[in-house]
């Protein structure tokens, strides 16, 4: 069976496609411009990792979000088994009918899902073996270009370009709205102020793309921007620091949902971030965003999205990149690559966006 022959399964009768993603949560927000494009031709469902699944949560080219606790209640051959069930049967009870499965993320565990699931096409990357040996049929995985785009090439019909539409979307509803309007650590009088929110994500899985001078950065942005800081609960230390220099920057690391923080995002004027998930939100949100690159660099294609961007980074390193995800510490010892990212820098690349908002 051809790639042409795989799109004309689905076109014609909008029978139910497949897609696993069951990678990081960066790469789970990428894949929803696929999402989109498969769910104009039937039924989409998604098999993702447990902690990403909240952040398809109401989107509307998703049927059903299938959440795999791959290190937890689904580890082992067990787990992936009644794994392996859930995508057989719907909640009602309904023969889950997908007749093609996209392997998104190329992983023997992943390709192992819809084979034994019983799916007859499962479409996957060329040359990614083990995995591939699962796949009944492959795409070239493009080299370059945005991986939100090269995503799409997976489902691409064959007569059809891959569609330029492809920044990233997220869906948070009036409850996420309602919950950080409410939060205890803003208050009335903080969503009333009139100046500009700038939202601050200092934080990382990877050590090294962590940009050091978020408190210094906070000090001089508190008086003319209202400041509100993100992340997970483990960056409570970074935002301790950030609210040091600028006490009435709004801590809201760790209290909040994946949704709750894309809807905090949508409201802001700017976003400044270290090369890491809050840049793929601030893409889906479409907000403006200052992005500080380390040891990574955009060409590896996780760079921001939004219509107003910018990208920080010291180009004149010969050491940069380093790593495909930044290794927990700096190969040569010296962080050059973020050290010599200065406030400055970051500073006017904020002023630089704010100054493209409307005047109230």
Known sequence: MTKRAVDDLLRPEGR?????????????????????????????DVVVRADAAALLMGH???????????????RGLAGLLRLVRRVRQRVSGEPRDASVSYLVH??????????????????GWTQRWPASALYTHTVPFPAHGHHARRLMALAAAPEDAVPHQTRPSLHPGAAEVVV????????????????????????????????????????????????????GAADGLLATAIRQQAPDAVDFTGTLSLLETTALVARADAVVSNDSLVVHVASATDTPTVALFGPTVPAFGFGPMAVHHVVLQVESLACRPCHHHGPARCPLGHHRCMRELSVRQVRDAVEAMLSRRPTP
């Open 16 to 44: 139910p496609a497949l897609v696993v993603q069951t990678a990081f949560l960066g790469d789970t927000v990428l894949t929803t411009p696929l999402l989109a494009h498969l769910a104009r031709r039937g039924p989409v």
């Open 60 to 74: 509307p080219a998703v049927r059903d979000i299938i959440p795999y606790d791959k290190r937890g209640r689904d």
């Open 106 to 123: 190329a992983s023997l565990r992943s390709a192992l899902i819809p084979r034994l699931a019983g799916i007859p096409v499962r479409v």
């Open 180 to 231: 950080i309007e409410r939060h205890p650590a803003a208050g009335a009088r903080w969503w009333r102020d009139p100046r500009p929110m700038v939202v601050l994500a200092p934080g990382s899985v990877w050590g090294t793309k962590r940009w050091s001078y978020f408190p210094q950065l906070a000090r001089v942005l508190r008086e003319p921007c209202r400041l509100a800081v993100v992340g």
